[in-house]
């Protein structure tokens, strides 16, 4: 532990870090463009430079490890004069189009030259021209007119990724950030070098030209389009309120500073143009759009009949790994208490089973793509006391003996085994799902749902992490959340479901829920709480 | 006290026989000055280009909160503007606005300027919010847009002098 001075604060820091983040320790900021805390330091880009005692010359505060007694100097006329000419060499080239950078607003190089930079240049000459706007992969545009070389994007490809796609091509002033011929940056995690680019070089091709930074508001929630449950933050445009970017979250536990491109890019896939907006109901003359009374009063008739003629037993519930905790204990108690099924499952897909989830490569993804498999197995939506699972209810389907069948938040049809046919012969069937998917269609009656965008909630992640979902934007007028749908089905069939706000209803689930044992939300904060699975 | 009275009112009788200077508007209107702020309009470039950027400075800027912009990205088959930026909707709510000019002032590229029109009563308030349709003026011939040079497609839109 090394004690030093940082322009007369003295701190004492752990071995082995700069200085850079000595000097954070004790508040104060040296500004950097090519020093980042999870890549390797190469000290290329000269904008940290410190003045330290008995050193002859300006040292770059990355590279420079802490010793005992080191005496540093942010803010000395050498270390200004030093920052100034650094901004204004960054500048020479600068196309100085920050109106329609989407960077513009949140750059560090703007931040920089307005607090540390000269404010105005001597450079006379034309400026160098190069390529703009050019995509270099899926997701990805580069304009080598901002680029500053500091090659952020090219340690993260190569040492974080492990697929090297990127490089610095020629010398000099003609140094130029390239993809390697041949290639596209189309790794997994190409997004992260928007957030790691320090100007406007890297941007998306998804947000672009969406919003500028100070319309739009960034909501803490956490992704879900698979088990992982990377901690994000949604960006929901202020007026005319609509999210136009997931940018990942720090949280060491689950995701570091990193996300995947599906969860970036394809967050809102099917969302914009596919979803279901209102309720549904199957007639002679075919499917149409409902009221809400209507499909609540089709929905607990069709149970009713089936439940009245057949039996409990002749009706099965098809949950999804895609529900909250929340909405799965609703499900769970609406199948128990209301239906009295014993048939009621989630897992659809091979990875959804315990133990059977696997990553799927050295970073984030994992096999299963649904958010709260372990959230969903630990609430209970699986058969018990003989109950059939997924394989014994198609089976029952398909021999006649399940005659009505309610599914939230799965397309059967995309699985294997289900068919339209094997629905046709179902007596009733109820969906609940986001999108107008192939199973909706094929619904007696169906209900939409809320995105997980739109939901205070919780889901488990695969290592059994407990975090917090919340509601960045409201969901479209006529569209309610599962609890009330199924609050209503139950009084329409006579029964009534227990269904209290969200911060009621987590701090039942905790208390009946073994796995979860007590945890107040309190605990899960904004970074999550671990819970053995 | 008498003085400053007599003083006083020796102006308002010398007025009582001078001729009125009360402009029977509307019948009769005095000149616009120079400066007037009226309503807004989005200026072109001289091939015809739009000159908005779709920046949104003007809306970041205004005190009132009554523009309300979305951009989008010129293709090589559909160019609005030089550069890779355009402005897709722009609406100003001209009830609202105060006529500050504070979005001519930020503009990077002198796309909005408050004109000398200040005559424009509605009995629609709808019609209060003006589109971009509304505010752009006129191409000069009507029809297609004339070809587009190679330095449009490679420029920013914010230096000048390459555009003309």
């Known amino acids: 532990m090394p004690k030093l001075t940082i322009d007369g604060k003295e701190i004492t820091v752990p071995d082995g870090i700069n200085v850079i983040q000595a000097a954070q320790h004790a508040g104060i900021e040296i500004p950097r463009y090519c020093f980042h805390p999870k890549l390797r330091v190469v000290a290329t880009c000269r904008m940290c430079h410190v003045e330290i005692d008995k050193m002859p010359k300006l040292q770059a505060a990355c590279s420079t490890v802490v010793r005992e007694g080191m005496e540093v100097r942010t803010g000395t006329p050498a270390v200004v004069k030093s920052r100034q000419a650094i901004l204004e060499f960054f500048l020479l080239n600068h196309p100085l189009d920050c109106p329609i950078c989407d960077k513009g607003g949140e750059c560090p190089l703007q931040d920089y030259t307005l607090r540390y930079g000269p404010g105005h240049t001597r450079f006379v000459d034309e400026k160098l021209v190069r390529v703009k706007h050019l995509p270099i992969g899926p997701h990805i545009v580069f304009d080598a007119e901002r680029c500053i070389l500091c090659t952020r994007c090219v340690r993260f490809c190569s040492d974080v990724v492990g697929t090297g796609e990127l490089g610095v091509f020629n010398r000099g002033v003609h140094a130029e950030i390239r993809v390697h011929p041949g290639r596209e940056l189309s790794n997994h995690y190409s997004g992260n070098v928007i957030d790691l680019c320090p100007v406007g070089a890297l941007t998306s091709r998804e947000y672009r030209f969406r919003a500028r930074p100070w319309d739009i508001r960034k909501m803490e929630t956490i992704c879900g389009l698979c088990s992982a449950g990377c901690n994000v933050n949604v960006s929901v445009r202020n007026v005319r309120p609509e999210v136009v970017r997931v940018e990942p979250r720090e949280n060491e536990q689950v995701n570091g500073l990193w996300m995947c491109d599906t969860g970036r890019f394809e967050f809102d896939r099917g969302v914009r143009e596919g979803r279901l907006l209102s309720p549904r109901i199957k007639s002679q003359t075919g499917r149409a759009s409902c009221s809400w009374e209507e499909a609540v009063l089709a929905c607990a008739q069709g149970f009713a009949q089936i439940i009245s003629r057949d039996g409990c037993q002749a009706v099965g519930v098809i949950g999804s790994g895609r529900c909250t905790n929340e909405e799965a204990y609703l499900l769970k108690k609406f199948a128990h208490d209301v239906l009295g099924t014993k048939h009621l499952d989630f897992r659809l897909r091979e990875a959804q089973h315990e133990g059977r989830d696997f990553k799927e490569d050295h970073l984030l993804l994992r096999g299963d793509k649904t958010p709260n498999s372990a959230g969903a197995r630990a609430v209970g939506l699986v058969p018990t006391d003989g109950g059939l699972d997924m394989s014994g209810m198609q089976e029952a389907v398909r021999k006649g003996t399940m005659k009505g069948l309610l599914v939230v938040r799965e397309d059967l049809l995309a699985e294997p085994g289900w068919s339209k046919s094997l629905l046709d012969g179902l007596e009733f069937l109820a969906v609940l799902d986001l999108l107008q998917t192939p199973t909706v269609e094929a619904a007696s009656v169906a209900f939409p749902l809320p995105w997980h965008l739109e939901m205070d909630g919780t889901f488990t992640n695969a290592n059994g992490r407990v975090q917090r979902l919340r509601r960045v934007i409201n969901p479209p007028s006529g569209v309610r959340f599962l609890g009330d749908v199924l609050q209503e089905v139950s009084r329409a069939m006579g029964k009534e479901l227990d269904n209290p706000p969200f911060v009621e209803l987590w701090n039942k689930i905790a208390a009946s829920v073994d796995a979860y044992n007590g945890l107040t939300l309190d605990q899960i904060g904004d970074q999550g709480a671990p819970r053995p699975i | ?164």
Do not use: W
């Open chain 2, 1 to 164: 006290m008498i003085v400053e009275l007599i003083q006083g009112f020796s102006l308002t009788l010398r007025r009582l026989f001078s001729r009125p200077i009360t402009v029977q508007y509307p019948e009769q209107k005095r000149p616009s000055v120079p400066r007037a702020r009226g309503l807004h309009r989005l200026e072109r470039h001289e091939n015809g280009l739009e000159r908005c950027i779709g920046c949104g400075l003007c809306a970041a800027v205004c005190p009132a909160q009554c523009i309300y912009l979305e951009a989008a990205e010129n293709t090589e088959e559909q160019r609005y503007s030089p550069g890779e930026r355009y402005c897709k909707i722009y609406e100003i709510n001209e009830f609202r606005c105060i006529f500050c000019g504070y979005c001519e002032e930020v503009c990077p590229v002198d796309a909005i300027i408050l004109g000398p029109q200040m005559e424009f009563s509605m009995d629609n308030p709808k019609n209060f919010i003006y589109d971009k349709e509304r505010l752009l003026v006129a191409l000069e011939s009507k029809g297609k847009l004339p070809a587009v040079p190679e330095a449009d497609s490679r420029s920013s839109g914010l230096v000048t002098s390459s555009v003309s």
